[in-house]
């Protein structure tokens, strides 16, 4: 089985339609991310969670919120999707007294359309 | 500027080839550095973290120069299996956060 799982895989919506993506992990990591990746762009940070507690913004956290119902469980959800919203969008988790090289592990990804 | 940037290719190399890709990165205070490996529709994979003095994993060599703020990595003897896109990830201090570039696409041709 899978360490780190993202329901739904792929989801197609219409503007305007709330949703939410799920991510689950076995690993036991403290540490949650959320990212979206748009060809060119790279992957780009939208909320992070260190634990069940603590929960920050990243770089582009406008339009979406979060929510960490455990240590084993972080959804990204999208109030009202619009078409820009279109991505392939991680979950990761990670370790947290690994020092500067602490690894990430990534979930398959879910591919988002908002049409 | 962006914080991490590369070359987003593609590169063309026929199997056997030796390829270099380069990474620069902005914030010079950064603390560790990584290359991800993609594969297409798929998660991202550590291949390799970036030590100060330079690493080496079989075909793959890693190097970090400060001075100039960027990262390379080599691979010797290409095969069809490298074919991927290869993310240059940064560390920008001790946040548990990562800066990722848009990657680098490599084909290897038979």
């Known amino acids: 089985d899978a360490d780190v799982t993202q329901t739904p895989r792929n989801r197609i919506t219409k503007t305007g339609k709330r949703i939410m993506l799920e991510c689950s992990q076995t690993?036991?990591?403290?540490?949650m991310y959320w990212y979206r990746q748009d060809p060119g762009l790279g992957l780009r940070l939208i909320y992070y969670s260190f634990d069940v507690k603590d929960i920050n913004k990243g770089e582009i956290s406008d339009g979406y919120s979060v929510s960490r119902q455990a240590q084993a469980k972080f959804s990204l959800s999208l109030e009202s999707a619009i078409p820009n919203q279109t991505a392939l969008y991680f979950c990761?988790?990670?370790?947290?007294?690994?020092?500067?090289?602490?690894?990430?592990?990534f979930g398959p990804g879910t591919r988002l359309t908002v049409l | 500027r962006k914080e991490v940037e590369q070359d987003p290719g593609p590169f063309n190399v026929p199997e056997g080839a030796t390829v270099a890709f380069n990474c620069t990165y902005s914030n010079s205070a950064s603390q560790s550095f990584f290359w991800y490996r993609q594969d297409c529709r798929k998660e991202p994979k550590l291949l390799m973290s970036?030590?100060?003095s330079g690493n080496e994993d079989g075909r793959f060599t890693a190097q970090l120069n400060r001075a100039s703020q960027y990262i390379s990595l080599l691979i010797r003897d290409s095969k069809l299996s490298d074919s991927a896109t290869y993310l240059c990830v940064v560390n920008p201090g001790n946040t548990g956060k990562l800066i990722f570039g848009q990657g680098t696409t490599l084909q290897v041709k038979p």
């Open positions: 990761a988790t990670s370790e947290s007294d690994r020092g500067l090289y602490n690894e990430q592990f």
């Open positions: 970036v030590y100060s």
């Open positions: 690993k036991g990591h403290d540490r």
